[in-house]
């Protein structure tokens, strides 16, 4: 299998605190990964490193084989001008916790615009596009709302169906039903499962979620104190944890 | 049964009907106060030195309505250089290029540090110092040379000296507009490709309009009547027209009660659009 995304050392640091202390994982095309453990772990952190709206200050990170943010070349790594970070940023989908849908356009705005400002895709096919997601994520009806209109778990289905409409190649959820009311949890997590069932969709969600986490993902990867625990398929990790820490982790939200 | 639904309203035995509390200090005041009105308005009105005849005489004479028409396009054209700078200057503060900010910074600083008069005197003399503009070579040979009293004439200097000031002072305005758009925005549009400028033309900026606009309706009615300053370089406006007339005539009060009819009219009117523009955009 090929491989995605590759993690060799990451590290981040916010002022005096190391938020990331040296992650090393990969992520496989069709791979579904859930980051879990507790919050300040670095684990939303880590995803938002992927696309670069965080920038990593030491090890590398390489989505298909090329780094993220930079360019090394002789040895030396040279930091990308603003549009080849854009452009690098069209193959990975992001989805929220808080979805960021702009307030200012309906539904159908939210998912057309990236593919016409970046791609420069012919507006017609664009917005057929848009309304054939909209159906997807069940919001046929909701196309002229505007994002205030809708419920938080409608909120999170335009926004998934925003990403998707640019075609990524790796969708990025960082704890997207952690702002939900619990009764619109599941229709978030329908959408996604039906990604992963339909799509083979290459996928790294941050979440609290456990039972979807052990239904869907392929791996997880536990997380605390800026570094990888461990990692491994579901049964393994949430089954027989090797690590004390995830243990205690894994006991307070089961 | 006993009946639980009660769709006629509260129950009528426990009604309130209440004395309203009475407040006679305000009628007292009213009183004092409209006496007060109608004294000095009679004063003035009826003052035999007020030459009625004359404020009606010249409220729709050519001269004011002309100057009128001159103090309504300074204050369109200084307000589009105003707004236009403002965003410049915003978006140049904003900026990681510590440069930019920089000079950003040193132009607002400027700029709303010298007095306004000053600045306009500053633009209207500036020929005397620079006698042409030329575009070349620094130091070395100019293709095109104009005296300077031919590029910046009388309208120029208003426009420049009111424009400029206001840009330190919207691109503020606008400055508070961006920051009040929550940062998710921007990672939003980050994370779907948009670069930085598509991001703060198409996301950033609508959504800061809500915040820009409301300032900016009132620095539109305050920049109205700051045109009047321009008198002082001789500009044609409503209030250089006003004292032209009371110059030959004296008629002083007289002139200047048209003067403040047009600026009231003037300002009522923007009021009212920016009423109109504030509910539209507030939504």
Same mark, same amino acid.
């Given at each position: ?26 992520? *496989? ?8 453990? $507790? ?18 200050? *030491? ?33 990975? @989908? ?8 702009? $307030? ?7 998912? &057309? ?33 505007? $994002? ?12 998934? *169906? ?6 990524? @190649? ?32 290459? &996928? ?6 456990? @039972?979807? *986490? ?8 536990? &997380? ?8 491994? $398929? ?21 | ?35 007060? /009105? ?20 010249? +409220?729709?004479?050519? /001269? ?8 309504? =396009? ?17 978006? =140049? ?5 510590? +440069? ?20 306009? +005197? ?26 300077? #009293? ?6 120029? %200097? ?8 206001? /840009? ?49 309706? #009132?620095?539109?009615?305050?920049? =109205? ?8 370089? %001789?500009?044609?406006? +409503? ?14 009060? %007289? ?14 009117? =923007? #009021? ?12």
């Amino acid at each position: 299998m090929k491989t995605l995304i590759r993690a060799e050392g990451v590290y981040k640091r916010y002022g005096t605190v190391d938020v990331l202390k040296g992650i090393d994982l990969e992520v *496989a095309e069709g791979e579904v990964l859930a980051v879990i453990g $507790p919050s300040g772990s670095g684990k939303s952190t880590f995803l938002r490193c992927v696309n670069h709206l965080e920038r990593i200050d *030491a090890g590398r990170l390489y989505f298909r084989e090329r780094l993220i943010g930079y360019e090394e070349r002789e040895g030396k790594v040279y930091e990308l001008p603003d549009k080849a970070i854009a452009a690098q940023r069209v193959d990975i @989908g992001m989805v929220f916790q808080r979805f960021n849908l702009f $307030p200012h356009m309906t539904a159908l705005e939210n998912i &057309m615009t990236a593919p016409i400002m970046v791609k420069k895709e012919p507006k017609a096919e664009v917005r057929e596009r848009a309304h054939a997601l909209l159906t997807r994520v069940g919001l046929a009806d909701k196309a002229n709302s505007r $994002p205030d209109q809708l419920s938080g778990g409608q909120q999170q289905r335009v926004a998934i *169906a925003r990403a998707l409409a640019m075609r990524p @190649g790796l969708m990025l959820f960082d704890e997207p039903t952690s702002a939900l009311d619990p009764e619109l949890v599941g229709e978030v997590l329908d959408v996604m499962r039906d990604l992963v069932k339909e799509d083979g969709m290459t &996928m790294i969600i941050v979440t609290h979620e456990m @039972g979807f *986490a052990r239904e869907v993902c392929d791996t997880i990867v536990f &997380m605390d104190d800026g570094v990888v625990v461990e990692s491994g $398929p579901p049964g393994a990790v949430l089954g027989e944890p090797r690590h004390e820490r995830t243990r205690a982790f894994l006991s307070k939200v089961l | 049964m006993t009946t639980t639904r009660q769709t006629a309203g509260p129950d009528a035995r426990t009604r309130i009907q209440a004395v309203p509390l009475r407040h006679p200090g305000r009628w007292v005041g009213a009183g004092v106060l409209g006496f007060l /009105a109608i004294f000095l308005l009679q004063g003035w009105v009826a003052n035999p030195r007020m030459e009625w005849k004359v404020v009606g005489e010249y +409220l729709f004479s050519p /001269a004011v309505l002309t100057g009128l028409g001159t103090t309504l =396009l300074l204050t369109v054209l200084a307000m589009v250089v105003g707004v236009a700078g403002g965003i410049v200057l915003a978006v =140049l503060r904003m900026s990681p290029n510590p +440069l930019l900010s920089a000079l950003s910074g040193f132009y607002i600083w400027i700029f709303r540090g010298v007095p306004l008069l000053v600045q306009l +005197l500053f633009w209207y003399f500036l020929s005397a110092v620079v006698p042409t503009i030329g575009l070349g070579v620094p130091w070395g040979p100019t293709f095109v040379e104009f005296d300077t #009293n031919m590029i910046i004439t009388q309208l120029t %200097a208003a426009v420049l000296g009111l424009g400029l000031h206001e /840009a330190a002072y919207m691109g503020e305005i606008v400055r508070a507009g961006i920051t009040s758009v929550d940062p998710g925005q921007t990672e939003a549009a980050h994370a779907l490709g948009l670069t930085r400028f598509q991001t703060l033309r198409k996301i950033i900026l609508p959504q800061a309009m809500r915040v820009i606009i409301p300032p900016t309706g #009132n620095q539109v009615v305050s920049m =109205l009547k700051t045109t009047s300053l321009v008198f002082a370089i %001789a500009v044609p406006e +409503l209030l250089t027209s006003i004292q032209g007339i009371y110059s030959r005539n004296f008629q002083q009060v %007289a002139l200047l009660t048209v003067a403040c009819f047009w600026y009231l009219v003037a300002t009522t009117v =923007l #009021n009212a659009g920016q009423h109109y523009i504030e509910r539209k955009f507030s939504r």
